[in-house]
């Protein structure tokens, strides 16, 4: 299993120039807690990941700062160096790269770092646990990536 078979392919995405009154709104609405920030691929199509805005830098950026979010735009306050995987990436490797960037989703992009996909831990758990019979010693591999999920 690699990076891309797992991750979530709906990805919500934002372009840099909107509001972040907009943001919240699309997150209420499609019951995500981040959004993908993107600026269009012009030669091939697609989406290059430019950044990340999460619930989390709205509350500390904007709502703990007593900003009107109607006056801030997604460019100000959006992580702008998202973590990436390639989309052959495996989960171990996700796992260790998510861990390393004390984060808990990254991106999964393709050769040309188009965005593919998004990747949470928790989507990694929920793969592992399916995959446990719990009549069976846990594989040493699985409790590998477990370990090093650890943040």
């Known amino acids: 299993m690699n990076a891309y078979e797992l991750c979530q392919r709906h990805v919500v995405t934002i372009r840099r120039h909107e509001e972040l009154s907009t943001a919240a ?7 995500v807690g981040c959004l993908v920030v993107v600026d269009p691929v012009e030669s091939s199509g697609g989406w290059l ?33 998202p973590v990436t995987v390639r989309d052959r990436a ?22 040309a770092g188009r965005l593919a996909g998004l990747l949470s831990r928790e989507d990694i758990f929920e793969h592992l646990t399916q995959r446990a019979t719990f009549s069976s010693p846990t ?13």
């Open 25 to 31: 709104w699309m997150m209420r609405e499609r019951n």
């Open 90 to 111: 495996t989960l171990e490797d996700a796992l260790q790269k998510m861990r390393a960037a004390k984060v808990r989703r990254v991106l999964v992009v393709d050769d």
């Open 49 to 81: 990941p430019v950044g990340l805005i999460s619930d989390r830098e709205i509350v500390t950026n904007v709502i703990a700062r007593d900003c009107d979010p109607r006056t801030v735009l997604i460019d100000d306050v959006m992580e702008p160096h």
């Open 139 to 151: 594989p040493r591999r699985e409790l590998r990536l477990v370990e090093s999920a650890r943040l």
